[in-house]
């Protein structure tokens, strides 16, 4: 039996302006971000019998069709019509579920490329799907589209795949450390009345970037927007300002999740390895994933 | 002194429709094609002094304004206004001149990637100056566009980057066989009658291909454009047809130069190596390039 796996970077979000549509594909977000090296990888098998049963894991564990809504949807989507079969969706996460590495899009993306390699559609048919699950069922708004770009990525027009204008800040020389704290509901913050805030302080910071496209101005703005809108306060506040005292730029928020991200120097790594065993937190030090998502037969061991 | 490095893969194309409007960035073409792991790599040093000049060279050779059009163009265009000193732009391509392997979109965005990292633009700045400086000297119409995406593309809307929008066929398992035999004026043809032919055949080609989209159907639709068109005639369609014997799929002509390619499967390299050695044609066997352009500081020895 042919396994198909595709991976998805995990994606931070470091400000945004949410961009909503009745059309799903001109829905979205504008805004900046950064593509990681460790994300999610999407498994699928598929069997053509008699009875056609759809079945998903999340790292290893079986999950009911109502906490994979945004898989069983894209998973449906994709079929052809008159495939029956049993079809297996496995879904292994570098991060914990909804601190804010854009999981749910990573899921939804990687399982729409897994069946569209396996079922003669295309990239962009597949992107699409993913794009629409999230945006329905209140995944995100703009990881899939930021995910299929890559590097670190400025959302300059909102909208789905094929819709949606994404650029690059070209640099090199920085790793990504990621501090996943807690989770964050991306529905209750999006219909809350911090929303006018965001969508004030988002469209603010991308102006700025876009005058001084550099990852240290990114940086800066993610700040400001982070403490400028109130989302970053308090506990995870202090822990960022621990963090600011060993490395060059500041760190900021991840939008959405009470987790905080920072880009490093080679010639920091060492302190800030030191501080998060002081502090004794999670964390992730990641490369910059600037290729796109992959899909393709698996044949293991790698 | 730094040195900074892109590589823009080679680009092939299957078959096109050309789009001509006034304003450069909604020009283009629509179409489909394959991006190679061979390419253009170009180096940029910079030089800050009393006296500004340009250098350019082609695999490793001096050349003259009036050879390089298009990159003076580019450079001038991203040097930043008040900036003075030497600036050398040294590109080397795996592929002859005017082959049809889009050496000119190559040099052009290698060198506006190199520019871009080092005066701190962005990659959409540096991608819609290449086009522009493309579609202005006659160079290509969808060439930088298609780099830019990678793997085996389809221009599904036509224009510069930002506007257009590209897909790619999700396969494996294929290499591309690339086989430089002469030279062929691109604007000489887009200027032709053969022009309305290439229009309705290309629109064809790609309507049929969406609703099939595999690399099977790319190649069939490929040859029956070229045929079609009167543009894959003589002796080149003589040699086509020696490569087919060997092949599973059907083997086409690289849009626009005298040459022929063709996707080939592991277990068929043996059998074409064989025939390419009897034929003593110059060939290249290359692997498809799904990533993007990668620009960066360059230390050597890579």
Known sequence: MML?????????????????EEDPLKSGSLGA????DKGTNVFLSVEEGHEGNIHVTFNG????????????W???????????GEIEIWQYFDFPNGHGFANSAGGAL???????????????????????????????LGDVVAQL???????????????????????EGYRVLAIPLGRMGTKEVLEGDVIEAIRRAGEEALEKLLREPTAEN?????????????????????????????????????MLGK??????????????????MDLNLPYELCGIYWGRPVVGRWIGGE
Do not use: C
């Open 218 to 254: 990114m940086m800066r703005l993610a700040r400001e927007f982070a403490e400028g809108t109130g989302l970053l306060e308090g506990e995870l506040l202090e822990v960022a300002r621990e963090i600011d005292r060993v490395l060059s730029l500041p760190s900021s928020m991840v």
């Open 4 to 20: 198909i796996r595709a991976f998805v970077p995990a994606h931070i979000t470091a400000f945004f302006v949410p961009v909503i």
């Open 74 to 84: 894209v998973a449906e989507r994709l079929l052809p019509q008159d495939f029956i």
């Open 110 to 140: 990687g399982t729409a490329l897994t069946l569209a390699y396996r079922f003669g559609r295309t990239l962009l048919q597949a992107a699409r799907t993913a794009h629409e699950a999230e945006v329905r069922h209140g995944g995100g």
């Open 33 to 36: 971000g950064i593509n990681l």
């Open 149 to 171: 770009h890559g590097g670190i990525e400025m959302r300059v027009k909102a909208g789905g795949p094929g819709v949606a204008v994404v650029d690059n800040i070209l640099v």
């Open 259 to 276: 987790s905080l991200f920072a880009l490093v120097r080679e010639n920091e790594v060492k302190n800030v390895k030191a501080l998060m």
């Open 61 to 72: 564990e079986p999950v009911k069709r109502e906490e994979a809504v945004i898989t069983y």
